[in-house]
């Protein structure tokens, strides 16, 4: 009697094996939809810039990205969704990521349709983030952003596929808000000279 529910036992595990390596068999041939592609670029594309551990925690911003994307009704290029790597040339798709790589996600909506519709490049004190992507505008080769050209790699820098994220360091002090404009310090004047002391002779 023993025997038998240990025989039964074995086939009950290995038909529960075949069965589960069946259904992995079939997922991994399967391809998956063009929006789980787009979220698995924009989580490799903030997972340098945010350092967030978690997956849950980064696939959460990526759908924040595409969500807001969808809601203020933008259209994100084709190459973003296919997972190149070529987000970088599209002006609208970057400012998105760069919105939700910011570290307070309630403000990544606001900052997103600031961004989206001011065509001035973005500047780093208004991510509210210690650290960011420096870009620059790639005028000579149509409408987009790129990085700035560099020869070496730094620590800092991430590098996924042909692209490489190179991440500087800012101070908090120098955050200033989004509505804020950005001027330089006034220079300070130089005191007038007093003029010199007479002292009368008797």
Known sequence: MIRFWRIVRIISIASLVLTFGAIDANAAGKKKPKSLTAVTCLTRLILGEAGLESTKSRKAVAYVAVHYAKKLKRTVCKEFYSGRYSVTKCKRCMR??????????????????????????????????????????????????????????????????????????????????????????????RPKPKPPKFIALK
């Open 96 to 189: 998105i990521v760069i919105a939700t790589a910011g570290e307070d996600w309630k403000k990544a909506k606001a900052v997103a349709i600031e961004m989206i519709e001011n065509p001035v490049p973005p500047d780093p004190r208004l991510l509210g983030a210690t650290t960011y992507v420096r870009w620059a505008h790639a005028s000579k080769k149509g409408a987009g952003w790129i990085r700035q050209n560099t020869c070496r790699l730094a620590k800092s820098d991430v590098q996924i596929g042909k692209h490489v994220f190179r991440k500087e360091c800012v101070q908090p002090e120098t955050r200033v808000a989004a509505s804020q404009p950005i001027s330089s310090p006034p220079i300070p004047l």
